[in-house]
């Protein structure tokens, strides 16, 4: 199983910009996927996840600004992110849980981080 992510880049503060993140390989199903990031000298951290019924959930910092989305038939997750802040400068991980055949359990696999910069 890989995670693919895209998107990402640069930004002005109050810009907006796209991830996506696509699993691939022997999947029989995803639960939950979700994003993480990681700033220069701090630790990873959750900003949003979402089931396959899509509940979502989100960092406090970013709700009514992000928004995560998914679409279950081409097990791919999203991340929306509006009126970027300086502070969501980060490297960006997209994670998912997976049932793969090849191991026929759940194990959580990552993405291989994208990196997003916020201008003030």
Known sequence: VQLQA?????????GSLGLSCAASGSIVSISVMGWYRQAPG???EL???????GATDYE?????RFTISRDNAKNTVFLQMNSLKPEDT??????????????????DYWGQ????TVSS
């Open 90 to 107: 980060a490297v960006y991980y997209c994670n998912a849980n997976v049932y793969a055949i090849d191991n026929l359990r759940w194990q």
């Open 60 to 64: 406090d910092s970013v709700k009514g």
């Open 113 to 116: 981080g994208t990196q997003v």
């Open 6 to 14: 895209s998107g990402g880049g640069l930004a002005q503060a109050g």
């Open 42 to 44: 701090k630790q990873r």
């Open 47 to 53: 900003v949003a996840t979402i089931t396959r019924r």
